[in-house]
């Protein structure tokens, strides 16, 4: 999808600058992004964005060039590889070249357990206002991706191949900083090389971040301002469903019932289970008989005593 904002206070409007983006390939202008909802996570991928303004010669009237080519929201892809765009008071009001390449695809999926988005550009060749021969960023390819999975790490990860060109210079870009080239007469370029960025639920990969500050002063165009954005992606997890299978229990309580019948054993009836407190064994006892045993211990050595007497006497 190719969405078009462009926002412009009351000293523009009065000025009668208006701003129409033309995109080739069949897809219809205006027509809405999808949008994931819920707990299925989201993703996103453009090819490009640009956010810039443009001040014509009298530098009474800027007007704002706010376009993008293949941007989606999942369910969603794109793969259209021309954007023009037409600005009142430049280029005579005709069409002009904003991006153009062999192959531009975004492409954004998300399903119950992965959100994703992915960019890839080759052989891209970007124009701003003003210098209709000489290419802002000539490019040979571009990706970024960003992978949301439920339960993991979210991974980001953006790659620049090939050779690149700005304001027909050709320079060599490093992961480490910003790269700026200037250009007397021209212009100035900053490019920010790979960036990526990862949360614990989301990620973000842009190829190249360019701030732009040129003075063409050529086809009623003074300066041209702002920042543009080639191949982004970014994603946010999923929420990890339940697994469906019951936690087991540390405490030995657990699972057991507050009235649970006594086991079942094969014990005779009459007698009692064996491990109860003061138990006997298995004889038909009870926890008395010692007291009982003792008593007739007694009683046994008394009358003995008694024997031994009455014989004495009778002898």
Request: hydrophobic share 45%; proline share 5%.
């Given at each position: 999808m190719n969405s078009n904002n462009f926002r412009m206070p009351a000293r523009r409007l009065a000025a009668v600058a208006t701003v129409t983006a033309l995109t080739a390939g069949p897809a219809v202008l205006g027509a809405g992004a999808a949008h994931a909802t819920g707990d299925h996570g989201r993703a996103s991928a453009?090819?490009?964005?640009?956010?810039?303004?443009?001040?014509?010669?009298?530098?009474?009237?800027?007007?704002?060039?706010?376009?993008?080519?293949?941007?989606?929201?999942?369910?969603?892809?794109?793969?259209?590889?021309?954007?023009?765009?037409?600005?009142?008071?430049?280029?005579?009001?005709?069409?002009?070249?904003?991006?153009?390449?062999?192959?531009?695809?975004?492409?954004?999926t998300v399903t119950?357990?992965?959100?994703?988005?992915?960019?890839?550009?080759?052989?891209?060749?970007?124009?701003?206002?003003?210098?209709?021969?000489?290419?802002?960023?000539?490019?040979?390819?571009?990706?970024?991706?960003?992978?949301?999975?439920a339960g993991k790490r979210p991974v980001a990860a953006a790659n620049v191949l090939g050779a690149v060109t700005v304001l027909g210079k050709r320079v060599t870009l490093t992961a480490g900083g910003p790269t700026e080239v200037k250009v007397p007469g021209v212009g100035e370029v900053r490019l920010d090389l790979s960036r990526h960025s990862t949360t614990s639920r989301t990620a973000a990969a842009t190829a190249l971040e360019l701030k732009v500050s040129v003075n063409p002063l050529r086809l009623n165009v003074a300066e041209v301002e702002g920042t543009i954005t080639l191949a982004r992606a970014t994603c946010e997890s999923p929420t990890a469903p339940p697994s469906g299978h019951p936690v087991p229990s540390h405490d030995p309580a657990a699972g057991t019932k507050p009235q649970d019948a006594p086991a079942k054993t094969d014990t005779a009836p009459g007698t009692k289970p064996q491990g109860s407190r003061g138990d006997l064994a298995e004889t038909g006892g009870n926890p008395a008989t010692p007291y009982i045993a003792g008593g007739a211990l007694v009683l046994v050595l008394v009358g003995g005593g008694a024997v031994a007497v009455a014989r004495r006497r009778r002898s």
């Open positions: 453009v090819v490009l964005r640009t956010g810039l303004d443009v001040s014509l010669l009298n530098k009474t009237v800027n007007v704002p060039l706010a376009v993008t080519l293949n941007e989606v929201q999942a369910p969603r892809s794109a793969e259209k590889t021309a954007l023009t765009a037409r600005l009142d008071g430049v280029a005579g009001g005709r069409p002009f070249t904003v991006l153009g390449a062999e192959a531009a695809q975004s492409r954004a119950s357990r992965l959100a994703e988005g992915s960019v890839r550009v080759a052989h891209a060749r970007l124009h701003v206002p003003g210098l209709p021969l000489l290419s802002l960023v000539e490019v040979g390819t571009v990706t970024a991706k960003a992978t949301c999975e």
